[in-house]
């Protein structure tokens, strides 16, 4: 069963508007959120992380919204620029345990 | 964060052999990490490393599929035995840090078995 949704598997942005990348869940055991870049042949990489008792994070351009009663979360990149296009995982944590949505690409036209 | 190196990079092996993936983190952590990421799939959590103990495996793998080494606090290691192309995969290890417990990937593992 997967715990963890990423429904678009691709998103198409112009330069300098914003990117919304949507992630739900169904297990209401998770206590905390994390998103992910990865850009093909590396690791993910951490981006921004958000807390359950939290319904909004910011860290530069990057925002990460929680609305825990519609199980759903998103990614708002303000302004969007070309080196943005890459895969973007959501993943949701309990206790030390990560699982992760099945990723969506992104891809930030100039 | 943390710098996580991996070795091999990627690797070709032949059906039915094994191959150890290395896992070196440039500080000491406690836990260490092992996922998959099959062709076209998202990220699957294979163990949970500690130092000094047994690893914990999640449901769908086996200890004596995927044996996992973890000798010390900056190192860990993950085989991948009797291959088969069904083990074609992206194998990454990451360590975790902070709350909400943020985890750090290594570049990954490219195995391909033929």
């Known amino acids: 069963d997967q715990q963890v949704k990423q429904n678009s598997p691709s998103l198409s942005v112009q330069e300098g508007r914003i990117s919304i990348l949507n992630c739900d869940y169904t297990?209401?055991?998770?206590?905390?959120f994390l998103w992910y870049k990865k850009y093909p042949a590396e690791g993910p990489t951490f981006l921004i992380s958000i807390s359950s008792i939290k319904d909004k994070n910011e860290d530069g351009r990057f925002t990460v919204f929680l609305n825990k009663s519609a199980k759903h979360l998103s990614l708002h990149i303000v302004p969007s620029q070309p080196g943005d296009s890459a895969v973007y995982f959501c993943?949701?944590?309990?206790?030390?345990?990560?699982?992760f949505g099945a990723g969506t690409i992104l891809r930030v036209k100039s | 964060s943390a710098v996580i190196s991996q070795k091999p990079s990627r690797d070709i092996c032949q059906r039915g052999t094994s191959l150890t993936i290395q896992c070196q983190v440039d500080?000491?952590?406690?836990?260490m990490f092992w996922y998959r990421q099959q062709p076209g799939q998202s990220l699957t959590l294979i163990a949970t490393?500690?130092?000094?103990?047994?690893?914990?495996?999640e449901s769908g793998f086996v200890i004596d599929k995927f044996p996992i080494s973890r000798p010390n606090l900056t190192f860990s290691t993950l085989t991948v035995s009797n291959m088969s192309p069904e083990d074609s995969s992206i194998y990454l290890c990451?360590?975790?840090?902070?709350?909400?417990?943020?985890?750090?990937f290594g570049p990954g593992t490219r195995l391909t078995v033929t």
């Open positions: 500080s000491q952590v406690t836990m």
């Open positions: 990451s360590v975790g840090r902070g709350f909400p417990y943020e985890q750090y």
């Open positions: 993943a949701a944590g309990y206790g030390n345990k990560l699982v």
């Open positions: 490393a500690n130092q000094g103990s047994e690893a914990t495996y």
């Open positions: 297990n209401s055991m998770f206590d905390y």
